[in-house]
């Protein structure tokens, strides 16, 4: 079966078929060198539509796939893969941004970055809802628990963190 992977190691960003080795897309929104991306799993779909039309009615659904990055330009983006088009951008953070992965409920975003915070981003609204200075150090990674209200997060600092969402 053909698939399609992620090639990031500078800007712009590009998803090959990997069958074909055909680029389908390049994503060009970022500034600065991209640290991470991450797929948003089917559950997002829905918030991510709501927050599509919240800042423009007019706007159709779309199915994704969609994908979150984080890039030492301090931003996060969202893009709509079957467009290429950034649909949503996140600013806050005041260093690199290391790590950025969908909440399993798919309403939210959480990262983590070189300015020592661990992020919550209601992205319908574009904001953040909650910051918190999570190590001594840069925050390089971060993961959510499977099945259980926590989420991890490593740092320069040689800790890892294990924080409960609530």
Do not use: Y
């Given at each position: 079966s053909s698939g399609i992977n992620a090639e990031w190691p500078l800007r712009p960003g590009r998803i090959w078929e990997i069958a074909t080795k055909e680029c389908k897309v390049e994503l060009r929104e970022h500034d600065h060198v991209v640290e991470c991306v991450s797929w948003a799993p089917e559950v997002c779909t829905s918030h991510i539509n709501e927050a599509i039309q919240a800042e423009n009615p007019r706007a159709g659904k779309s199915e994704g796939p969609f994908l979150v990055s984080g890039s030492r330009d301090k931003t996060i983006k969202v893009y709509d893969?079957?467009?290429?088009?950034?649909?949503?951008?996140?600013?806050?953070?005041?260093?690199?941004?290391?790590?950025?992965?969908?909440?399993?409920?798919?309403?939210?975003?959480?990262?983590?970055?070189?300015?020592?915070?661990?992020?919550?981003?209601?992205?319908?609204?574009?904001?953040?809802?909650?910051?918190?200075?999570?190590?001594?150090?840069?925050?390089?990674?971060?993961?959510?628990h499977k099945s259980s209200p926590y989420v991890i997060t490593g740092s320069v600092d040689q800790l890892c963190k294990v924080w409960e969402c609530r």
């Open positions: 893969v079957s467009t290429g088009s950034c649909i949503i951008s996140l600013i806050g953070h005041d260093n690199w941004v290391r790590q950025a992965i969908f909440h399993p409920s798919g309403k939210m975003i959480v990262s983590c970055a070189d300015d020592k915070t661990l992020r919550v981003w209601d992205f319908k609204n574009r904001r953040c809802t909650k910051t918190i200075a999570a190590h001594e150090h840069f925050v390089t990674c971060l993961d959510f």
